[in-house]
């Protein structure tokens, strides 16, 4: 038996990401932003209860300590690392944070080691924070932690939440499995917002965001709320073209963030769940709860409009673009171009390069004989159509690839500097892979 999921199929789950790509975090507030804000990040050993009834089990854990973050800031940040193994920091959904990236600018940090660097927050979104990116085949599985920059004009809604999704494997001693490792057939644990499942308040003709986060080791996932629209209202940290999710079901890759807008029309007392698809028996995580006081509002509100812009580009000239292909999967091992990320060298060269400026199309061809992650640093990315005529109306950071398929994507390159790539297949024991593009 593989470490796989069974049943629905990842294509199943995958067929989705076309239509939508879909914890703690900080208080959101729209204040006014003062000249430069502090924020920590601290990892370090604690607990969580991972199934209904069981003892709490031991974990590294992500923290924060900072006032709320609105795009624009300039924030000083500092990483402390009381684990007992190192640790590398990842920010993912950040735009040109070349102080930040990973492998070229940041090291992972010693126990008990300290880093620190500068960042001006161009795009208010969800982030997120992990470090993960470095701990295949560790003590054990490393965690995430969303980060939320505000908007200068938030959107009209009854209630913000953040729906932080995460997986876990238990070995024989009841310990987390670290990713990268054979995991045999234990099943899947999953955890919402640090707990085994979580019930969200809502009234009545509201309007609710949720910011969905599939801070998931390596599985993509499908999540569904049904008897509801949901509203796509960003994906990866950047605003997308208002649309209703099909079925209310989100399909989301690994590290992949989905900011909706679920209204909530049905009586007091009601109760709606939130089911989560694998590619195995689906798992309901939480539920819209009804408060039993009075509806918000006589009726539901109108199709929302979109949330303030980042100002990404309105268009990608495709003509001039500079062109290339990455390989996924099976044929990239025997090619010698991905590298682990404890082998990674900034010198062995991009995979390719580019002027500021320039359009970049790239085709993503999935060689393996399972879903495989890309992951792109540095920039956002549209999905292209399939003829190169158009793309879809949102960006990503994140893509999940099928089986044999090749995508093409499309992104400006904006940011000079060296940048990483990620690439990993869908299955727990499989091992993150990394290399780099330049932009001069």
């Known amino acids: 038996m593989t470490d796989q999921p069974l049943a629905l199929s990842r294509r199943t789950v995958l067929a989705g990401l076309g239509a939508v790509a879909a914890a703690p ?32 089990v031991a974990r590294p854990v992500l923290s924060l300590e900072g006032p709320p973050l609105l795009r624009g800031d300039e924030v000083a940040v500092q990483f402390d690392n009381k684990l007992a193994e190192p640790a590398l920091l990842t920010l993912r959904g950040l735009g040109g944070a070349g102080a930040a ?39 054990a599985p490393m965690p995430a932690l969303p980060l939320i920059v505000t908007e200068p004009e938030p959107p009209q809604t009854d209630g913000d939440q953040v729906v932080l ?41 509201g309007r609710f965001r949720f910011r969905f986060i599939n801070a998931c080791q390596r599985n993509v996932i ?44 049905k009586a007091a007392g009601s109760r709606a769940a939130i089911t989560l698809h694998d590619g195995g028996k689906p ?15 006589a009726a539901p509100l109108p199709q929302p409009a979109p949330l303030p812009a980042n100002g990404m580009p309105s268009q990608l000239p495709l003509g ?12 990239v091992n025997a090619q010698l171009d991905w590298f682990a990320p404890d082998k990674f060298n900034p010198a062995a060269g991009p995979a ?20 495989m992650v890309f992951h792109l640093h540095g920039h956002h990315f549209r999905l292209l159509d399939r003829l190169d005529d158009g793309w879809k109306p949102f960006w990503l950071d994140t893509l999940a690839i099928d089986a044999g398929q090749t995508q093409r ?30 932009v001069t």
């Open 165 to 205: 999704i995460e997986d876990y494997r238990l070995g024989d001693d009841g310990k987390p499995r670290p990713a990268g490792v054979d995991a045999g057939a234990t099943p899947w644990l999953y955890t919402v917002n640090g707990k085994p499942s979580a019930e969200f308040t809502v009234r009545t003709n």
């Open 352 to 371: 390719f390069q580019v002027k500021r400026g320039r359009t970049v199309v790239l085709a993503l061809t999935n060689h393996a004989t399972m879903p």
């Open 283 to 297: 798992t309901e995580l939480g539920k819209l709860v009804y408060a039993g006081d009075p509806p918000l509002r």
């Open 101 to 139: 990236e990973p492998l070229v600018k940041m090291q992972p940090v010693p126990p008990g080691g300290s880093d620190s660097f500068l960042l001006t927050l161009r795009s208010a979104g969800t982030l997120l924070a992990d470090l993960r990116l470095a701990a295949d085949a560790g003590p």
């Open 222 to 265: 499908a999540l569904k709320i049904e008897d509801h629209n949901v509203w796509v209202m960003a994906l990866d940290s950047q605003p997308a073209e208002p649309f209703l999710a099909r079925g209310g079901a989100l399909v989301i890759a690994p590290g992949g963030r989905v900011d909706a807008l679920i209204d909530t029309p």
């Open 320 to 331: 001039g673009a500079l062109r290339a292909e990455l390989l996924l999967g099976a044929l």
């Open 409 to 438: 994507i499309a992104f400006a390159a904006e940011y000079p500097g060296l940048w990483l790539i990620e690439s990993y297949a869908a299955k727990w024991s499989e091992p993150r892979l990394v290399r780099s593009y330049l």
């Open 25 to 56: 975090a900080l208080p959101i507030q729209a204040a006014a932003a003062p000249a430069r804000k502090t924020l920590v990040l601290r990892a370090a050993m604690g607990s969580a209860v991972l199934k209904p009834g069981a003892a709490a």
